[in-house]
């Protein structure tokens, strides 16, 4: 009889450690996924981020151009057209979740980045706006800009992958919770994989 409490003790001790390692286990993937949807929800604002900072750039760029190309109208008014698009969005973990508004979102910033590369156009023809240091400082931040946003966006691009990894894998999959998979930033015009760039 004492044998057999001794044994029975045994498998309750043994059940109560595996279900203490169980229970553990699944705290600690289920904070691992709280982390990583965490994390791209900050990599999301470092690109809402660097699309804001381009975003207020263009009406400074497009004034010191103004000045010097009054008759380019066409491509101003393409610009502002871009600019209030792209102003309609914001990144936030809903659209995140949304592909179809994700894929709206990333047609716009297309939209604008093409506005851009015209823009860009129109100033290789003025010798004098080439020369203004003001264009000059502008181009620059506007340039550093497009960079910041190319590696926020491939810094999401990542996070995402980790995250879709974790809940899509086993276990992860057992503890997302009704978390699903995130879409990634995409390029959706031929234009947007190119930064717009001016020849000094």
């Not at 390692?21 to 691992?32: D, T």
């Not at 190309?69 to 809903?94: I, S």
């Not at 980790?162 to 503890?175: H, K, R, S, T, V």
């Amino acid at each position: 009889m004492r044998m057999v409490g001794m044994v029975l003790g045994g498998l309750v001790l043994f059940f109560l450690f595996i279900t203490f390692v169980v229970v553990s286990y699944g705290i600690s993937k289920h904070n691992e996924i709280v982390r990583l949807d965490n994390a791209v929800a900050k990599r999301a604002g470092y690109v809402n981020s660097a699309l804001q900072r381009r975003y207020d750039l263009i009406p400074n760029l497009v004034a010191t151009v103004k000045a010097y190309a009054a008759h380019e109208r066409g491509t101003f008014e393409a610009v502002a057209k871009a600019r209030a698009a792209v102003g309609q969005f914001t990144v936030t973990p809903q659209m995140l979740a949304n592909p179809e508004m994700l894929k709206k979102f990333q047609a716009a910033q297309g939209e604008l980045s093409s506005a851009l590369s015209r823009l860009m156009v129109v100033s290789e023809r003025y010798p004098d706006l080439k020369a203004n240091q003001n264009f000059l400082e502008l181009q620059a931040q506007l340039e550093g800009t497009e960079n910041r946003i190319k590696v926020e966006r491939d810094n999401y691009n990542t996070a995402v992958e980790a995250f879709n990894n974790c809940i899509g894998q086993f276990p992860g999959n057992i503890f997302a919770g009704g978390r699903t998979e995130k879409p990634m930033f995409q390029l959706t015009t031929p234009d947007a994989q190119n930064a717009p760039q001016v020849k000094f």
